[in-house]
């Protein structure tokens, strides 16, 4: 059984956030406007952050890191969900479903990547917009959190096909949407039980590292870069 | 009408309304199997033509993707556009009623607006390939007798998550939230 995670490559990363736009046209996410924004209240399933590191030639003290779902091996957001509504499956994806989700916010707090948002009103397309939904991934209420799923409908889709086809599934199936749409290529995704795949390889670098690591949380997405970024989120 | 007469029937139709609600959600827990609830709880449907499966699947030994054309190459099988059926109704058959307005609605190319009953929320994904194929289930395990009836089902049914997950569990496939919510 495959255990999914992802290489996001700070040295080739252009901070052009193709894949910020991807991932919110794929699953459906409302654009927020500056008031939500304001209110810390704008949802986004994959964000560019701004990391503070050291200064080092021309290369400059702040980096922009794409941020989404760490899909821990160890969640914090599991262990307090009340319900079960979020939970890690046999492939390491943490799910989320949001009919199970009674909107308590504890795993927003819990979540020390702060990837995960609550619904604080119902999600809102500017027209034509909300008819070019997509019908793969559902839309969420109002009320309920909601977090990067690593795009496991894409998964469904791709087994699907797979099996249909009689045949086992390859690399480069199954792909999220940011890691499809990075223009650098710096989003690379795979199987990190197989010994072949890139996001194996990659992440034996000596420029691979976690985020927070000491919490002992075991991300799934290893970063690359040769600064010292220290992983202060 | 006095203004305090429907304050004294009051108790009575709140003593009334919980007792059918009590009946009602009792009669739910007992009923509940395949076909997602007891039948006055779910919506009722009107079909455009009541369509007799029984004549079709079994007299005229017609294979079910005749008119379920994806059923074994996409996740949905697809109700049939007035095409098909115009492909043996553009000339009447028979001599029932029905029959007659079909060809009248053929003729006219008016549309079929076929209600489907078996429709999941939009947060599940299932595929017909999968299980047909693949997994080779017969129809009837999921749909019941639809294919031996000789009217469309008046109500909305429904497979419900305790029935997947049921057979999931039987035969050894993923229970994972992710393998069907999204």
């Known amino acids: 059984m495959a255990r999914w995670g992802m290489v996001i490559d700070l040295d080739r990363c252009t901070a052009c956030q193709a894949c910020v736009v991807a991932c919110q046209v794929e699953n459906n996410v409302a654009p927020s406007n500056a008031g939500q924004a304001e209110a810390g209240r704008a949802i986004s399933w994959l964000r560019l952050v701004p990391i503070q590191g050291e200064r080092r030639g021309t290369r400059p003290d702040l980096q922009l890191i794409p941020l989404p779902c760490m899909h821990c091996s160890h969640p914090p957001c599991i262990k307090v969900c009340p319900v079960q509504a979020t939970k890690i499956d046999h492939e390491g994806l943490v799910s989320q479903v949001y009919s199970r989700c009674i909107g308590c916010r504890y795993c927003t707090t819990a979540c020390p990547y702060t990837v995960r948002h609550f619904n604080w009103k119902k999600p809102e397309w500017p027209a034509p917009m909300e008819e070019t939904l997509s019908p793969d991934v559902s839309v969420r209420p109002r009320g309920v959190v909601e977090k990067c799923s690593f795009c496991h409908h894409r998964l469904q889709r791709a087994k699907d096909k797979a099996q249909a086809e009689g045949r086992p599934l390859k690399e480069g199936d199954y792909l999220p949407a940011c890691a499809e749409s990075c223009p650098a290529e710096a989003i690379v995704f795979g199987d990190l039980d197989d010994p072949r795949s890139a996001v194996v390889r990659l992440s034996q670098s000596p420029r691979a590292f976690k985020l927070l690591e000491e919490l002992g949380t075991e991300p799934k997405v290893t970063y690359l870069s040769k600064g010292e970024w220290g992983g202060q989120v | ?182």
């Open chain 2, 1 to 182: 009408m006095g203004a305090d007469e429907p304050s004294k029937s009051f108790p009575l139709k709140v003593g009334v309304a919980f007792a059918a609600f009590f009946l009602a959600t009792t009669a739910g827990m007992t009923a509940l199997s395949l076909g997602g609830g007891p039948a006055f709880l779910r919506p009722a449907v009107r079909q455009p033509i009541a369509f007799n499966h029984l004549k079709h699947v079994k007299d005229l030994d017609l294979a079910c993707n005749t008119c379920h054309v994806t059923v074994e190459t996409e996740t949905f099988s697809g109700l049939p556009a007035v095409e098909i059926c115009a492909g043996c109704h553009a000339e009447p058959q028979g001599t029932s009623a029905e029959e007659k307005r079909l060809v009248k609605m053929i003729q006219d190319q008016t549309p079929l607006a076929w209600v489907s009953l078996f429709r999941q929320p939009p947060h599940v994904f299932y595929s017909h390939r999968r299980h047909v194929v693949v997994a080779k289930i017969p129809c009837a395990e999921c749909h019941g007798g639809i294919a031996d009836s000789t009217s469309p089902p008046l109500r909305v049914r429904k497979l419900e998550m305790k029935d997947c997950l049921a057979c999931h569990e039987r035969k050894k496939v993923s229970t994972d939230c992710t393998a069907c919510h999204r």
